[in-house]
């Protein structure tokens, strides 16, 4: 079974940007979709993005409307990464961020985090002076 691990987050100042990364611990990332979710203290988990891997929508992103245009998926097939590039960000960006992979579904969806069936540990993104 891949296990997914989450790494790139830290502090940083409103405006600015950092990368996190999902990264699988086998030769591939064998899952439908990565889902990046987030969840705030006091708050429930909110979906951020997300992106197809496999099928006929291979790579089609979806991103939550309070991020778009801040946020960009990528994919590395080499490094079987998945990255979240996250851009002028805000002090309500500030989450545990968690990737999560569907073995189930063959699309992705930001808002049905019931579609992933692997989870990562998270990884705290604090946006702050």
């Known amino acids: 079974q891949v296990q997914l691990v989450e790494s790139g987050g830290g502090l940083v100042q409103p405006g600015g940007s950092l990368r996190l990364s999902c990264a699988g611990s086998g030769s591939t990332l064998d899952y439908y979709a990565i889902g990046w979710f987030r969840q705030a203290p006091g708050k429930e988990r909110e979906g951020v993005s997300c992106?197809?891997?496999?099928?006929?929508?291979?790579?089609?992103?979806d991103y939550a409307d309070s991020v778009k245009g801040r946020f960009t998926l990528s994919r590395d097939y080499a490094k079987n990464a998945v990255y979240l590039q996250m851009n002028s960000l805000k002090p309500e960006d500030t989450a545990v961020y968690y990737c999560?992979?569907?073995?189930?579904?063959?699309?992705?969806?930001?808002?049905?985090?019931?579609?992933?069936?692997?989870w990562g540990q998270g990884t705290q993104v604090t946006v702050s002076t």
């Open positions: 999560g992979g569907s073995t189930i579904q063959a699309s992705c969806s930001v808002y049905i985090d019931r579609w992933y069936d692997d």
């Open positions: 992106i197809t891997l496999s099928g006929l929508n291979e790579g089609a992103t």
